[in-house]
Nanobody, 124 residues
């Protein structure tokens, strides 16, 4: 069974940090780029970041550039999203997804599998 599971969310104060993990199973993990999305209350889903198969391409939406870092460990079938300097506007459910792209990555790529979301709440 193809599965993608996001975890690591929680409650943090403004300026705090969280590391999200996305673990894949049931497929060849290093055949896919991975993208991160988020959906905040009352807003549409937004592409946040993505990473190519061998980490050669990393993309960040302007809202998080300089604060978030995406990485992957293919030996562990895991992609990480390190989130620093979190602000209330980062509050959202965060999702990871596989992309059918053999080179590079894109938040507009063809999504194969969506993972379950993990809730990030940034509040004082």
């Amino acid at each position: 069974e193809v599965q993608l599971q996001a975890s690591g969310g929680g409650l943090v104060q403004p300026g705090g940090s969280l590391r999200l993990s996305c673990v894949g199973s049931g497929f060849t993990f290093d055949d896919y780029a991975i993208a991160w999305f988020r959906q905040a209350p009352g807003k549409e889903r937004e592409g946040v970041s993505c990473i190519s198969i061998s980490s050669g391409t990393k993309y960040y939406v302007d809202h998080v550039k300089g604060r978030f870092t995406v990485s992957r460990d293919n030996a562990k079938n895991t992609v990480y999203l390190q989130m620093n300097s979190l602000q209330p506007e980062d509050t959202a459910v965060y999702f990871c997804a596989t992309e059918n792209m053999l080179a590079g990555c894109s938040i507009n790529g063809r999504i194969e599998t969506w993972g379950q979301g993990t809730l990030v709440t940034v509040s004082s």
